[in-house]
């Protein structure tokens, strides 16, 4: 159990267009989220943290209006690249925490979305 | 901030040597320490992890202690296996997991047959 999935895995894009990554429990309910990057050989990097049905709290330096994140459900997150520059080609890792009250807490990670723009 | 340091990689073993990759860490209040391991196509899993001074985590024959004193977490496997190799990532994150994490740059494990 405690499965996380991304969808995309990779996605190639042209300068200018938006891009929406999806972030899904699979099996659990997420109240909480987070959004990370990676640039190559480098660590992951908090983005953002997103809550469900609230507004996502934004790591200093990062442009909310460039990364669009919703929690519409308990399962369920998406970021939204807009108007995607080649500065944005990273690989985008999302995570989901399972919380207290339940006997295991933790963040369960996805297997990331690389994105490329041109 | 808070910080996370972590020896650069990649590291090459043999199998059944002994392991250590060595990390330390910054921080402003007393967070949780974890390891995380990244196997090739696959997410982060969580691999140990400790939540307070000397504790210590341990699960497939690795382990972990945190040494307040010291700001380190190395992480330590007696003998490994080839299935070991990976991507490691040592992390810390205050609300024992709830909060965003933050971590280090990763560190390449290579064993070879």
């Known amino acids: 159990g405690a499965v996380v999935s991304q969808h995309p895995s990779r996605v190639i894009c042209k300068s200018g267009t938006s891009v929406k990554i999806e972030c899904r429990s699979l099996d659990f309910q997420a109240t909480t989220m987070f959004w990370y990057r990676q640039f190559p050989k480098q660590s992951l990097m908090l983005m953002a943290t997103s809550n469900e049905g609230s507004k996502a709290t934004y790591e200093q330096g990062v442009e909310k209006d460039k990364f669009l994140i919703n929690h519409a459900s308990l399962t369920l997150s998406t970021l939204t690249v807009t108007s995607a520059h080649p500065e944005d080609s990273s690989f985008y890792i999302c995570?989901?925490?399972?919380?207290?009250?339940?006997?295991?807490?933790?963040?369960?990670f996805g297997p990331g979305t690389r994105l490329t723009v041109l | 901030g808070d910080s996370v340091t972590q020896m650069e990689g990649p590291v090459t073993l043999s199998e059944e040597a002994f392991l250590t990759i060595n990390c330390t860490y910054t921080a402003t209040g007393y967070p949780s320490l974890f390891w995380y391991v990244q196997y090739p196509g696959e997410g982060l899993q969580l691999l140990l992890k400790a939540t307070k001074a000397d504790d210590k985590g341990s699960n497939k024959g690795f382990e972990a202690t945190y040494r307040k004193e010291t700001t380190s977490f190395h992480l330590e496997k007696g003998s490994v296996q080839v299935s070991d190799s990976a991507v490691y990532f040592c992390a810390l994150g205050e609300g024992g997991g709830a909060d965003g994490l933050t971590f280090g740059k990763g560190t390449h494990l290579i064993i070879q047959p």
């Open positions: 995570s989901a925490f399972r919380g207290a009250g339940l006997s295991y807490n933790e963040q369960f």
